[in-house]
């Protein structure tokens, strides 16, 4: 079945360091790839997704790069915020017959020390 | 923007009490989804549905019924609570199923005692 796997967390980090949180993911099909976060008290809430292999996604100074042959989706920010503190959500849908489900990682909560 | 609204946000009830959580948006959107969030399991899908009536099992469906009355509201029903129960439960829709943005409510509380 499909699945996804990310870094386990908490990670801890102080301002201004660089951030990777791992993902990978098991589908036998070509899925669309997302990462959500979700600040304390809230929703998850979309923080971009790439549809397409080899493409790349990015929002609020994170990426990461759909690599199909690897089956990796790692979320990089190369100077992290404190307001960055969150969890982060890795997960997968493939649409048609599967009904756009998503697949959720276990979520990687991120504490970014001032 | 986009609405989810969810209520209650919190709960308490006893074990074999009947509980049942409400979801509303107000997007226009077709699909709509209920997940529980637990530590170590990240979200899990537990029912979706399609359209006003429509009724599709998630992955931990046990324990839980759902019921689509309109196109806008979606409702969780926990009919004998258990502790294992115990999550914070989250309300979601969106527009169609080719891989759309997922819309997330703020989550509801449900702590089985």
């Known amino acids: 079945g499909d699945s996804v796997t990310q870094t386990e967390g908490p990670v801890t980090l102080s301002e201004g360091t660089s951030l990777t949180v791992n993902c990978s993911y098991e589908?036998?099909?070509?899925?669309?790839l997302f990462w959500y976060v979700q600040y304390p008290g809230e929703g998850p809430q979309l923080l971009f997704k790439?549809?397409?292999?080899?493409e790349k996604g990015s929002s609020r100074g994170f990426e990461a790069t759909y690599n199909k042959e690897a089956t990796s989706f790692h979320l990089q920010k190369a100077s992290v915020q404190e307001s960055d503190s969150a969890v982060y959500y890795c997960?997968?849908?493939?649409?048609?017959?599967?009904?756009?489900?998503?697949?959720f990682g276990a979520g990687t909560q991120l504490i970014v020390i001032p | 923007e986009a609405a989810v609204t969810q209520s209650p946000r919190n709960k308490v009830t006893v074990t074999g009490g009947n509980v049942t959580l409400s979801c509303r948006q107000t997007?226009?959107?077709?699909?709509m989804y209920w997940y529980r969030q637990d530590t170590g399991h990240g979200l899990r899908l537990i029912h979706y549905?399609?359209?006003?009536?429509?009724?599709q099992i998630g992955d931990v469906p046990d324990g839980y019924k759902a019921t689509r009355t309109t196109q806008e509201d979606f409702f969780l029903l926990l009919e004998l609570a258990s502790p294992s129960q115990t999550s914070l439960y989250f309300c979601?829709?969106?527009?169609?199923?080719?891989?759309?943005?997922?819309?997330f409510g703020e989550g509801s509380r449900l702590i089985v005692v």
């Open positions: 979601a829709s969106s527009r169609d199923n080719s891989g759309n943005t997922l819309y």
């Open positions: 790439v549809p397409k292999a080899n």
């Open positions: 997960a997968l849908t493939k649409g048609g017959s599967a009904l756009g489900r998503l697949h």
């Open positions: 589908t036998k099909q070509y899925p669309t």
């Open positions: 997007n226009s959107h077709n699909y």
């Open positions: 549905s399609y359209g006003a009536g429509n009724l």
